[in-house]
Each structure stands twice: as structure tokens, then as C-alpha cells.
């Protein structure tokens, strides 16, 4: 009976510690992505958006594999396996959830050109505002569920999160561009210190929710990301300097998105431990190709470092 009540009140004070942790896990995840978002605008300049403008139809393609295939292919999946409630919520919102913060600076490291990249995530997430209400109408017309997102909802999101530190950072770049250069490698370096503490307290945090759902939203997150990098290749077409960069922005997903519309729609608990599992999956791939990209080509980085 002692070793019982011992167990409970264990339980109890692990339940009690996660609670404390989730506390922290918004504000935190708020000034992770500020950071990010910040770092890469320091590195943006007027040029690069003009040089990618001029090759639109490249632009309206990649534009095309980021938002059509994963959705759909997600269907697929959820059809094909018989998934339900939580999980297949979270795997869809995921989705259907295109320009994550960290893409840019992703698709950059994957060798992308650095004069296309910019461009092309301010387009992903611009066109969020429109593509991702949409897909949510789509999704639930689909599944047969009330479902929605205004636009409005999204654009603030987009807005406050992305383009305002990006935003600034391009701003800072362009008055002071020396202390802009110089201050760019240590907030970049804070910015995946700042990732790194976000992911271990969210697998402290939801690690014992997505056990307890089944690892469905992670092996999605996997093999979703795997043909969403060989979508963006593809649609990329011949481009060697594009590839990398559309394939890392055509597999990226917006968590922070997918848990607005969660939150908007009074989503169970479950769902953000999907939408979190689903993350992982992303994750583990993502940093997979980033190594086979540095190791496989050693000469892409330089190549776009001096661009």
C-alpha cells in the first residue's frame, strides 16, 4: 500500500512538473521564432527579392509543391490507414500548414540559392493567408467536420510571427549593413540554442501524450516529408542552384499554424500531441538531408556563400 500510494504520488508530482514546464513552452516558442525570423532578416536585401521576381513561372511551380502535394497526400494516408480523431487531425493540420520560420534559414543551409529562397518563402507565407483557409474549407468538406479558419486569423499569425522580425531585421540591414553582418552570426547561433531548448521541453512536456496516441503522426511526419522533398525537386525542375532550397520549402510545415487552427476550433489536447508528433517526424528528415546535403556536396555551401 506504501509502494502504491508512493507510485500516485510520484505520478502526481511528474503530472505537476509537466503542467509548470507547458507554461513556458508559448512564450518560449514565441521568442524562438522572433529570433529566427529576425537573423534571417539580416541577411536579406532588395536585390534578392528582385532576382527571384524575374523568374516567376519557377516561382509559381515551387509555389505549386509546397501547397497541393502534401495535402493531398496526407488524405491518402489518413484514408489509406484508417486513422481517426486526434491523430488525423493533427497529421491534416499539419499538412495543410506550408512556411515554417525555420525554412528559410533550412533552405539556405540545404544550398538553396540565396537570392531564391528569400523570395520564395515570403511568397509561401503570403499566399498562406488565401491557400491555408482554403485547404481547411477542403479538409472539411472531405472528412465530413466543421472546421475553419478566417483569413484574418491567419494573416495576423504570418504577420507577428514572420514578416514583422523579418521584416526589421532587412530594415536593420539596410541602414547599418556592417553591424548588421556582424550581428548576424551570434543571433543566428542564440536563435538554434533557442530551438534546441524549445524541442527538449516540448519532449518533456507532450513526449507522454504522443506515446500514449501511437506514433502514426510521427511516421506521417516521416514519410509525408520524404515525398514532399522529392516534390519540391521535381518542380523545381533543372535548376541545380533551386532544388535544394524548394525541396526543404516544399517538406517544411508551420506547427504554430496548425495549433492556431486547433485553438480556433476548440481542438482536443490530443491534436497538439499529434501536430507535435508529426513535427518530430519532419524534424528527424529534415536533419538527415541537411547532413547528406553537407556531406554528399561539399561544394554547395561555399557556392552560396558567396553569392
Known amino acids: 500500500m506504501a509502494v502504491s500510494r508512493l507510485r500516485d504520488d510520484h505520478r502526481v508530482a511528474r503530472s505537476v512538473t509537466a503542467e509548470n514546464l507547458a507554461k ?5 516558442a514565441a521568442l524562438t521564432v522572433f529570433a529566427v525570423m529576425l537573423s534571417l532578416g539580416l541577411l536579406l536585401e532588395r536585390e534578392q527579392i528582385i532576382s527571384a521576381l524575374r523568374r516567376r513561372m519557377m516561382l509559381a511551380a515551387v509555389l505549386f509543391a509546397v501547397v497541393v502535394p502534401v495535402p493531398a497526400l496526407a488524405v491518402v494516408v489518413v484514408k489509406l490507414f484508417g486513422l481517426h480523431g486526434a491523430v488525423a487531425a493533427g497529421i491534416i493540420l499539419m499538412a495543410i500548414s506550408p512556411g515554417a520560420p525555420i525554412a528559410l534559414r533550412r533552405a539556405i543551409e540545404a544550398g538553396g540559392a540565396p537570392q531564391f529562397a528569400p523570395t520564395l518563402h515570403l511568397a509561401i507565407v503570403m499566399f498562406a493567408v488565401v491557400t491555408v483557409p482554403l485547404s481547411v474549407m477542403v479538409m472539411a468538406w472531405i472528412f465530413s467536420v466543421r ?35 556582424r550581428f548576424e552570426p551570434r543571433l543566428a547561433a542564440l536563435s538554434n540554442l533557442m530551438l534546441l531548448a524549445l524541442l527538449g521541453l516540448c519532449l518533456v512536456v507532450l513526449g ?29 525542375g533543372r535548376d541545380a542552384s533551386v532544388r535544394p532550397g524548394a525541396a526543404v520549402a516544399a517538406a517544411m510545415r508551420n506547427p504554430g499554424l496548425a495549433l492556431l487552427i486547433a485553438t480556433r476550433n476548440a481542438a482536443p489536447p490530443d491534436v497538439t500531441a499529434s501536430v507535435f508528433g508529426y513535427a518530430l517526424g519532419l524534424a528527424g528528415v529534415i536533419f538527415a538531408f541537411l547532413a547528406w546535403r553537407k556531406w554528399g556536396h561539399p561544394r554547395a555551401e561555399p557556392a552560396a556563400a558567396s553569392k
Open 24 to 28: 513556458w513552452i508559448s512564450p518560449l
Open 147 to 181: 472546421f475553419a479558419i478566417s483569413p484574418l486569423d491567419v494573416a495576423r499569425q504570418v504577420f507577428f510571427a514572420q514578416l514583422l522580425p523579418l521584416g526589421m531585421g532587412a530594415a536593420l540591414r539596410a541602414w547599418w549593413p556592417v553591424t548588421a553582418a
Open 208 to 236: 507522454p501524450r504522443i506515446a500514449s496516441i501511437g506514433w502514426a503522426p510521427v511516421m506521417a511526419g516521416i514519410g509525408l516529408t520524404l515525398c514532399a522533398l522529392v516534390a519540391g525537386t521535381v518542380f523545381a
